[in-house]
């Protein structure tokens, strides 16, 4: 049985671990970031005081191997009334939470309803308010203001907590047994790197034994890593986490045509991740791109920075089953 640990959020956890879950003797633990402060996440979080539940909530539903209905109930989202903008999921961990006075508490418990294949851990217990310090020495604060920064105008010196927000000891522990490690893909500064700061991460993956595995984005953000090469997000990556990685995947084809019309996309523009890693011997080349459209509700507060072009589901857990088993 290979255990295999995630560290991200968003799309990008849901889109690995939604193709993981079929895989055959695999142990899966998701470790998700909780710095999350907008959308449905950010009003429950402000209102009633509890941790973000957005992105634990599509873990929740990637890993679930319940019907489709209840995966699409726990994802619903209200369009009228006080409750619109909220998914029925963030509200039933929220609730969680003030039931058993535990946000960890309360996502086992919900994992057990969804029948999760594996485990979802906070990568905290404690409230972590994500931070940006630029060039100039200006300080953006909350990840709502940090994905909306330009950091290619203004300069980015580091992503940082400006309190210690430390390692959940079941993230410890799940890390340290670990066979391989998958960061990412995901929104890099927002999603991925928020969850390598937290105090204690850095020194337990340096310590593990496991391979890191790491999914190079398909696209960049055009405010955060507009022209970026594979190897930008290799060496960002490693700067953060302390150590090389092991494996490093890359796709191989290009978006669709339409894809491109639909989202406005040109190749050259600097949205498209060129490999420039030809001579390293990390690296794997895969077609790893879905040509699926994806739609958001009009009553998700944050669907004009979901992604739209990501990876296939179905070749990334193929690609990552492939190398588990070499």
Not at 190 to 195: A, D, E, F, K, T
């Amino acid at each position: 049985m290979k255990k295999i640990v995630t560290v991200g959020g968003g799309t990008g956890s849901y889109t690995v671990l939604s193709g993981l879950k079929t895989l055959p003797d695999v142990s899966l633990t998701a470790i998700v970031s909780m710095a999350d402060n907008g959308g449905s996440t950010g009003v429950l979080r402000d209102e009633l005081g509890v941790l973000p539940p957005g992105d634990v909530r599509q873990c929740l539903v990637a890993m679930s191997k319940h019907s489709e209905i209840v995966r699409e109930l726990i994802d619903y989202r209200f369009t009228e009334g006080k409750l619109a903008g909220h998914s029925f999921g963030n509200i039933l961990l929220a609730a969680l939470e003030k039931v058993t006075g535990s946000f960890v508490e309360g996502v086992e418990i919900a994992s057990e309803i969804l029948k999760v294949r594996g485990k979802v851990i906070p990568v905290t217990r404690e409230k972590a308010e994500l931070s940006a310090l630029l060039q100039s020495g200006d300080i953006v604060d909350g990840v709502v203001n940090v994905d909306a920064a330009d950091f290619m105008h203004l300069g980015l010196k580091k992503i940082f907590y400006k309190k210690d927000v430390k390692l959940n000891k079941s993230a410890r522990v799940s890390i340290q047994k670990a066979d391989y490690i998958i960061i990412g893909p995901g929104n890099f500064y927002c999603s991925v790197i928020p969850n390598l700061i937290v105090d204690g991460f850095k020194n337990i993956v340096a310590k593990s034994k496991a391979k890191i595995i790491f999914p190079v984005n398909l696209t960049n953000k055009h405010e955060h890593t507009k022209n970026w090469e594979a190897g930008d997000y290799v060496r960002n990556l490693e700067s953060y986490l302390g150590r090389k990685v092991d494996l490093i995947l890359i796709n191989t084809e290009k978006p669709s045509k339409e894809q491109i019309e639909r989202y406005k996309l040109e190749e050259g523009s600097g949205v498209i991740v060129k490999d420039d890693l030809i001579k390293d011997p990390r690296v794997v080349r895969e077609s790893l791109i879905s040509h699926s459209f994806f739609t958001y509700s009009e009553a998700d507060a944050k669907q004009n920075i979901r992604s739209f072009i990501r990876h296939d589901s179905e070749k990334l857990a193929k690609c990552i089953n492939k190398i588990i088993n070499k």
